[in-house]
Each structure stands twice: as structure tokens, then as C-alpha cells.
């Protein structure tokens, strides 16, 4: 696993809702029981984590059901984080 | 006097990002003039994501203040004090003895002196300074603007400062419309204030994710959140008996204030919450849904408020919800957190006064989940006997306050 795979799959660990022993990139976000503030502070947690912008207004965005998966707000942050390489 | 008092309002103040006269901020609010802008109180403002505000302009303190009493005064304690002396004035009281002492000043403000606080982190933190100005506390206090007043004005009756973020104005004057209503003081001068625009207020703001880029545009759709606002208003509360008595001008009536805890989540808009608190104003009132034309919603433009304060219209007015006039007043001026129950109630009690809804500006098309009629973007001339104004704050505290045109 990648590193920005694991460090996504730590922080939605840390804000997930339901009793579930691991999270996987195959995880639907809406399963996890994320609520709006957990968005907010999951994105917050993520551009602190992989120094990226992460565009979103919580009135025109919703990251629970943008994006379905862990695997989906992986592949996100890696195109951030390889964009701010390059 | 004692007992039961109907209570009427007899003088207004504001400052307001379209104003800081009373007439000229109703002027604008008729024309549906917007008082947002680029932000330009802050340093640095193009280090700042969000680039738009509701500021107040023109605001000159040594226009109002000595240089010497300007020192023990944050922004947000000025606009409080020019917004109490216009009000007082227009009262035309004098708070000569026994009245200054059975006088109430009780202001809200969601968080107090942040032009202050800002400026002593950024000497502590950044410039690394050791000293920080010396009234750095007293003029941060969130109680400032309260004791500000009560000092300027010399009012020796009960004061102090009411804070629940955006509702804190709405709930200051609630408390004192019932204090003198009750007979537990003759007099009440009482609003809200708020100076938040600074940079790390800001910052904080962009971190809940919620402001609008470009415009606040409640109910509409594409509607992208809020902008945030400043300013004051006070009014000068007095048993009708006393203002008879001395030939006042009568500008309104408040009749009736409720208030609810949605003991839910911490940002969130609770259905229950708003419903509970409009219908306890609505009972404190003793009006039935039916008798109101107008409300001025509390309409922030964030998607969540705006779908479900309608909802909460729909249940607390039933079938009436669809003859209502709605609009919200932070389509132009933005949202000043503390000060919006107050500037709001002002439009409010104008509104009903002069026989005019004022609009909902920036609306582009309906959204579906909001299908109610929110004047928009054009004044409507609107008999009105009696209005409410809507206040539901971060935390989940909402009040509402009623009032009706006086005859």
C-alpha cells in the first residue's frame, strides 16, 4: 500500500462512525458514518498530512457522496500530491 | 412600574456595511443594495482564500471619539456606541436620575473584541514582542460594548453582554424586551455588535468550509454559502405607558420573543429547534400563524440553512408558509454574526412600519428545496401588521422575536 494510502486510511479511520475493526480502500464513505463536520475535519486532516488544497465548500461539495470509496479520496490526494511535485 | 407592559420601540441606531445612519442603511435595504466587497480591514487580505466580506465603510472613530476614549475601544465597541447615541437621540430620552438606574443595557456580541485579540497575537507571536497594549483585555472582553455603552450613555440599571454566536443580538434583545415588559426595569437600551472581520477570524471561517466566493444569495439556487458581515444596531425599549406619557415617536411594538436548544449537532440547522422557538415567539405573542405577512429570515445562503429553515416555516405555518413575504436582510449586508438579530430586527420593525418587505437581492432561480416566496431581489410595497425576524446559531441555539406595527 501506498504511503498516501495508508495515511488517507488512518485519518478516516480516526473519523469513522461505525464499529468496524479496519478500514479498506474498498469502503463505501456513507457506510463509515461520516457526518458533515467529520468531512470538514477529514479534509482539514488530510492538506495538514500531505501539505495539499483541497477545493471544497461544504454548500456546493459533498465528499460522501463525491467521492464513494476510500480508494476514491486516495486516488484524489495522490493527483494533489503528485501535482504539487510537479 | 410593575405588571405587565406592552413594549414599544422608540429609538434606532446602526452601522452597517450599507451605512451608518438608520436611513441610510434602510434606504439602501429598500433598494436592494449590496454591501459586499473585497476585504480590506484585515493585513495581508491577499493571503486570504475568501476575498469577499460585508465591511463597514466610512467608519471614521475620530469622527465620533477623543482619541483619548478611542484607546479603550475596540471596533466593536465603537460601532455599539455610535449605534446606542443614534437610537438614544432619536428616543430622545435623558437618562437623568431615577431613570438611568432602572435603565437595562444588554448587548450581544458573538465574540467580542477580534480587531484586539488579532493585533496582540500578531505583536506576541509573530513580531515576538513582549508587551502588548495595556487595555488589550478590557477592550476584548466580550462584555465591552455593553459596559461601553452603559458608561457612555450613563446607564446604571442592569447590563450585560448575551452570547450565542449568530443569534446572540436576537436573544439580548429578547431578554430585555421581557425585563421591561415585566416591569423589572422602565427603560431598555439593547442590540448587537460584532467587528469579526480580521485575519484570523477569517482564516477560521474558510476552515468550516461554508463561506460563498462571490456573492451570498440565500434561498436561491446556486446559492454557495455565506459571507460574513459586521456592524451594530440598538434600540431603546420603554413601557407604552411611559412613551405616551411624553409624546415619543412610536417606531414599533415588540410583542413576543421564544427561544429553543436543538441539543443536536454543533453546526447542523435542526429542523425541531427552528420550529420550536418561532412557534413559542408565535405563543408569547398570543398570535396565530395567520396574522403574519413578513419574516425576516435568518437566510445565512448556506445550503443547509436555507432548505431547512424553509422546512421549519412550512411546519410552524402550516398552509400560511406559502402567503408569507420572506427575505433575508444578509443578502446585502452579509453575515455580522452578534449584530444580525439586531440589524435585522431594525429592517424588520421598518419593514412593518413603512409598509415595505425588503428583498432577498442576488437570487438567480428557485431551488426546489426552497419553495417559498423570498421577495426577490426587488422591494415589495406589503401592508404588514406583524413580522417576525429569525435568529439560529452555531451550537444550536435559536430565537425568534415578534413584532407588530403600532396602533
Known sequence: ?86 | MTGVHRVVVTGLGAVSPLGNTVAAYWDNLKLGNSGLGPITLTPAPEELTQKIAAEVKDFDPLKHFAERQLSTLDRVSQFAVVAAREAIAQSGLAFDMPLSLRTATIVGTGVGGQTTLDESFRRVYLEKRTRVFPLTIPKLMANAPASQISMDCGLRGPSFAVASACASATHAIGIAFHMVRAGLVDCAVTGGTEACITFGTVRGWEAMRVMAPDACRPFSKGRMGLVLGEGAAVMVLEPLERARARNATILGEIVGFGMSADAADLTAPDLGGMVRAMQAALDDAKLAPADIQYVNAHGTGTAANDETETKALHAAFGPHAKKLAISSTKSMIGHALGAAGALELVATLLAVRDAIAPPTIGYLEPDPACDLDYVPNEARALPIEAAVSNSFAFGGLNAVLAVKRFS
Open chain 1, 1 to 86: 500500500m501506498s504511503d498516501v494510502a495508508s495515511g488517507v486510511i488512518e485519518i478516516i479511520a480516526k473519523k469513522k462512525r461505525v464499529d468496524k475493526p479496519t478500514v479498506e480502500l474498498s469502503d463505501k464513505l456513507l457506510d463509515l458514518g461520516l457526518e458533515s463536520l467529520d468531512a470538514v475535519e477529514m479534509i482539514f486532516d488530510l492538506e495538514e498530512k500531505f501539505d495539499i488544497q483541497i477545493p471544497y465548500n461544504a454548500n456546493t461539495n459533498n465528499p460522501r457522496t463525491e467521492f464513494e470509496t476510500v480508494g476514491d479520496v486516495v486516488a484524489a490526494v495522490e493527483k494533489l500530491v503528485a501535482q504539487k511535485k510537479s
